[in-house]
Every structure is written in structure tokens, then in C-alpha cells.
């Protein structure tokens, strides 16, 4: 059975850092796309970033946050710098391999890890 497991989240104070990891047991993640993203409280949940051989990240968090890739380990993993409170959220990774329509379309997902900054 495939799963994705997300580790590395907890409570942290306003500009530290945190890393987050996604370890995949069953697929190959090198064959994969990989997502990552995050549900504040009571809102929805937004794309973060993804990596299929280059990273990237949504404009609003470029310069704080990076996507990379440990095929050895099988890992992807999200570097978060800076943190600040409304980074507050469950973070999900999420792997897949189509793109339709210039989507990405994600067959597995984890069940994310929670990561908390306080002022």
C-alpha cells in the first residue's frame, strides 16, 4: 500500500526554521512529481510548492521557502525559513505523474504534519 508520510512539524517561534519531510513507502517518488501544501485554520488549503527535478514555490513564499529532493532516501523535503504565525497550518505532501490540461494531478497524499509559529 502506498503512503506518504510527512514528519518534521511542531511548535516554533516567529523566524526560526523548520524542515519538512516526506517519506514515501511503496513508489519510487524520483518517478514523481511531488507537492507540497498547507491548510491554515478554517481556511483552504493552498499550493505551497512542488519538485520534479527543480523546485518551486508559490510567489508569496519565494526567498522563505525551497522544495528539494533526495532520491536516495526517497525523500522530498520543504525547507521553510523565517517562519512566521500565519504560516500556522497542516502541512500535506502529495505525489503524482499526469499533468492535463497544465494540471498536476496527484494520486497520493499524505496525512500531513502540523506546524505551529508563535509571536
Known amino acids: 500500500q502506498v503512503q506518504l508520510v510527512e514528519s518534521g512539524g511542531g511548535l516554533v517561534q516567529a523566524g526560526d526554521s523548520r524542515r519538512l519531510s516526506c517519506t514515501a513507502s511503496?513508489?519510487?517518488?524520483?518517478?514523481?512529481?511531488v507537492g507540497w501544501f498547507r491548510q491554515p485554520p478554517g481556511k483552504e488549503r493552498e499550493f505551497v510548492g512542488r519538485?520534479?527535478?527543480?523546485?518551486i514555490v508559490t510567489d508569496s513564499l519565494k526567498g522563505r521557502f525551497t522544495v528539494s529532493r533526495d532520491d536516495a532516501k526517497n525523500q522530498v523535503y520543504l525547507q521553510m525559513n523565517n517562519l512566521q504565525p500565519e504560516d500556522t497550518a497542516i502541512y500535506s505532501c502529495?505525489?503524482?505523474?499526469?499533468?492535463?490540461?497544465?494540471?498536476?494531478?496527484?494520486?497520493?497524499w499524505g496525512q500531513g504534519t502540523q506546524v505551529t509559529v508563535s509571536s
Open positions: 519538485i520534479l527535478r527543480v523546485g
Open positions: 511503496e513508489i519510487m517518488l524520483e518517478n514523481y512529481f
Open positions: 502529495a505525489a503524482g505523474r499526469r499533468v492535463r490540461a497544465g494540471v498536476h494531478e496527484y494520486d497520493y
